[in-house]
């Protein structure tokens, strides 16, 4: 049976290149196993597709993507600090086993599973606290120094990183943290069974200790078919943009129905479309959107709040897009960013973040219209409303009699 050995890395180590080709040269593996999918193997090797702009302007959850790009930009700004970029050790790994005629396999999970997986098991409580620590990371990246990265290679420090991790966000270590040392030992012990030789591992440290666990105990191993598995949700945002569309619907309804007169049922409707607009347009033009962006936003909102299957946002990132022309090119242009403020200059980047702030605001809106309408109104929404369904009520029974 083939004998493994890991090795641990931080990724944005320096002393960890040293590392992976000191073990290459004493351990003399005949494959070498990399923490990597083929798409991240691709663009280490920079042979992946780059996506077009309107691949972006396709994807409806544009939260995820600055997500990515922020984490992406964490991993970068600390690699650059140290002198090195990120995945310089799988780069070495891969280099010194091709120099050498080793066969490398790519034995982690592909990144989008992976990430879809982690998005889906946040709940709206989980996405929020993920928000504030990137946020919180953002302004505290700068203070990280050399040390503090090599020190995520001792175990007794990993293991404090690792459970305030769990401690923040349990589901989102499961996805990231768990699953993975399952996936990437299902695929060890598959090398292990086919008796190749000598498997040497380069995965990140905060794998090694769940890694071994697996490798020594491999029928804990939980189903690869568990692992891979498409995530399935319920359709709450639908669910939500339903609920809203009827119930503004009720509402009006009430209103006009209870006798208080035509002008507070129009004054009910401009305050929709004035909050509605006012909030997405305000939040695109705080991040620097285009002025036809903030009218476009103040123009749609009130009535993509009520299409369930429609976003502000998506139609602002349109107009953006269309206004500052992001090119291919931006794409390596944010992931070269040296600053949150140099990335946010960047036209693709301007435009997901837009979309996303643009969306954020309509959403605010929708909350405090149902909050402020009636205080707004002047009048009392427990008569309005009962005295508005009882003569509605009445209405559809004279209609039918």
Not at 90 to 106: D, F, H, N, T, Y
Not at 142 to 170: G, I, N
Not at 269 to 292: D, R
Not at 387 to 394: I, P, R
């Amino acid at each position: 049976m083939s004998e493994i050995r890991l090795v641990g890395t931080a990724h944005v180590s320096a002393q960890s290149v040293e590392d992976v080709r000191r073990a290459i040269e004493e351990f003399r593996p005949d494959i070498v196993a990399v923490e990597l999918d083929l798409a991240r193997f691709q663009a280490l090797r920079k042979e992946a597709r780059e996506p077009s702009v309107d691949d972006v302007l396709e994807l409806r959850d544009s939260h995820q993507l600055l997500i990515q790009w922020i984490l992406s930009y964490l991993q970068r700004r600390i690699g650059l600090d140290v002198g090195v970029e990120p995945g310089a050790e799988m780069k070495a790994a891969i280099a010194e086993a091709e120099q050498r005629g080793i066969p490398v396999s790519l034995v982690d999970r592909d990144i989008r599973l992976t990430l879809l997986r982690f998005w889906h098991s946040l709940g709206i409580i989980g996405k929020m606290k993920m928000f504030y620590a990137l946020v919180v990371s953002v302004a505290e990246v700068d203070e990280l120094e050399e040390f503090d990265v090599e020190q995520l290679k001792e175990q007794s420090v990993m293991d404090m990183v690792m459970e305030e991790f769990r401690r923040f966000s349990p589901e989102g270590a499961k996805s990231l943290i768990d699953e993975r040392d399952a996936f990437i030992a299902h695929n060890l012990v598959r090398l292990r069974e086919q008796n190749i030789g000598r498997v040497l591992a380069v995965v990140g440290a905060g794998h090694v200790q769940g890694i071994n666990r697996y490798l020594e105990d491999p029928a804990a191993l939980p189903p690869m078919e568990e692992l891979t598995r498409q995530p399935k949700s319920f359709p709450w945002g639908l669910v939500f943009g339903i609920s809203v569309t009827v119930l503004f619907v009720l509402l009006l309804a009430a209103i006009g129905f209870s006798g208080v007169g035509l002008d507070t049922l129009l004054y009910a409707f401009i305050f929709w479309v004035v909050i509605h607009g006012a909030l997405s347009g305000a939040f695109a033009l705080v991040v620097g959107a285009h002025p036809y962006t903030v009218l476009t936003c103040f123009a749609v909102a009130w009535m993509t709040s009520l299409h369930p299957l429609l976003a502000v946002g998506w139609i602002a990132a349109v107009v953006e897009a269309k206004v500052r022309r992001p090119e291919v090119s931006d794409f390596r242009r944010i992931y070269e960013a040296g600053t949150i403020t140099e990335m946010a200059r960047i036209p693709l980047f301007k435009v997901v973040l837009i979309a996303a702030v643009a969306n954020l605001g309509c959403m605010l809106g929708t909350f405090l219209y149902f909050i402020f309408l009636f205080p707004v109104l002047g009048i009392d929404p427990v008569v309005v409303i009962s005295t508005g369904f009882q003569n509605m009520a009445a209405w559809f029974a004279g209609l039918f009699a």
